[in-house]
């Protein structure tokens, strides 16, 4: 859904039209309500920080500072109908805000007042980005029904080629808006420098296109190449849609107001990326704001996660109607989301509605296995994993996590027979894997058997991770197993330093320590790994060995295991 922002530096930096914030002065009496927005507004939380904001703004309501703070605030909540109102106030005030008139912009386009926000554009380009502008205008200007001024305004977005992309991809919906389906169709398959089909959206809007210049089975081609290996409910619709009828109604963009909302659509996704996403999801609002699409709140929504403002997230992805064909993705991601909120009870209540509304796809029982997995509920998940599998008789190279995943499940519940089928299986689908490799290798090495091919396994995962902290681990646990310990020393060494406060890697490196005589960075290292909160039965055996060294430790457990043979 995202783009990533290939501009030119110039342009980029340009697109990012909304100026940091103000601190607000913390005037006498406001101190309180005033730090805890300013907290919240610093980790993006949007609904505490409007909160606060708010209570200071009942205290000083003409402070331009705190206005524009709790305007943002507002709009990252979703709250665009108080932001308006907010808007209204810093726009009469002495400090220039580009988000107030941007709010205010979007309010005159929502209630198609293009008169009013043709006159909030005059003189804009010059506060507004190349981009921003040159779409806003145009579509406004077709909002006043002047095409062939719209048609201009596309026009002149030439340079960069970046600028010229997004100019005609709009040009070839405004055009199809108003019923020149042949010019939308020509433009958006594009010449030798190949289409305009830029995101999903896009793909839908040409797909619709096709089907009023007859060429439906183009179409559909189009279509079915885009569900291979995907289970995207919204563009499976379409296409039966069209399968079923020819031609369907232009629905993507009907009027400029939608065509505004693409707009804000457009530049959320380019800039959604981690340093820009603040940016990104005053757009993405606005976006939902012009056009409550599911296409919108699940941009909202992925924008918010990435901020970790999961609770938010969950919030927008329960706004998708459950007869929307994107209700079964905003059900996955509210499940994703809140499995990131720490609510994994939740998120499995989520998926097993799932089960019962969409039971037929594979990726729905897929989800509820990660998420009883991730609670540690393993026969519940193996059910679950065991489901998906079954409804995937020709297992494709993608589904080699399925298997992974299974295969931990069925580890866990000490099932290592079919737990090692099942990592085999997900190596003859990827081969190469590293995670498989790793969990495979280093459950054999556990075992204490095939020890050679373990090693080998390992080898290969750290050739293709060698900054990955736990398969360097398993790297140096191989060899110390295998009694190789001064190889060993150089492996966990660096898994320490890759993964410094892991508990097990600690351990670990303490044992390799001693065995090569390096007794007191031996219990250097067992101390350090206590101060991480090992695991109790891991726990136990550390400080055990703190007390009598390892080779105690070693000799215990080998009589032990020799009278539970004996009985």
Known sequence: MKFGCFFPGAICAAVLALPEVLPAAAAQGLAGAYLAGNQAHRDNNYQVAAHYYGQALARDPSDPYLLNNAL?????????????????????????????EMVLLSEAIRKEDFD?????????????????????????????GQMSTAGDRFDSMQNPAALRLFGQYHKALALASVGDFETADRILTGDENGS??????????????????????????????????????????LRDQIEAGGEVDFTYI???RDGTA????????????????????????????????????LLTAEVLREQGQYDLAARAYARVAQDDPMFLDAELGRAD??????????????????????????????SLGDALRGAERYAEATEAYDRAVDMIPNPAPNHWFL?????????????WDNAEADFRRALELNPDQPLVLNYLGYSLVEFGIKLEEAQAMIEKAVAQRPNDGYITDSLGWVLYRVGKFQEAVAPMERAVSLVPDDPIINDHLGDVYWMVGRQREARFQWRRALSFDPEEKEEIRIRRKLEVGLDAVLAEEKNLETASGDD
């Not at 009013?116 to 200007?141: E, H, I, K, Q």
């Not at 298997?403 to 099932?415: H, K, L, M, P, S």
């Open 262 to 297: 693409e707009v804000f659509l457009t530049l959320a996704g380019v800039l959604g990326r981690e340093e820009n996403e603040r940016y990104a999801i005053v757009y993405a609002r606005l976006a939902e704001y012009l056009n409550p699409t599911s296409e919108a709140i």
């Open 116 to 144: 009013r926000a043709d006159a909030a554009l005059n003189g804009a380009d010059d506060r507004f980005s190349p981009l921003l502008f040159g779409l806003l205008s145009a579509w406004v200007a077709l909002g006043q």
């Open 196 to 237: 305009l089909r830029l995101n999903r959206g896009s793909l839908i809007a040409h797909a619709q296109i096709m089907t009023h210049v007859g060429k439906e089975a183009d179409a559909l081609n189009l279509l079915n190449e885009a569900l291979r290996g995907t289970s995207d409910q919204g563009l499976a619709a």
């Open 337 to 366: 989301a809140l499995v990131e909120a720490d609510k994994r009870d939740a998120a499995i209540e989520v998926l097993r509605g799932l089960t019962r509304s969409h039971g037929d796809v594979p990726r729905v029982h897929m």
């Open 72 to 100: 943002l605030a507002f709009v990252g909540k979703g709250d665009v109908d108080r932001a308006v109102a907010l808007a209204y106030k810093v726009a009469s005030g002495p400090v220039p805000s580009r988000l107030a």
């Open 403 to 415: 298997f992974y995943a299974r295969g931990i499940t069925n580890e866990r519940e000490n099932r």
């Open 254 to 256: 009907r009027s400029a």
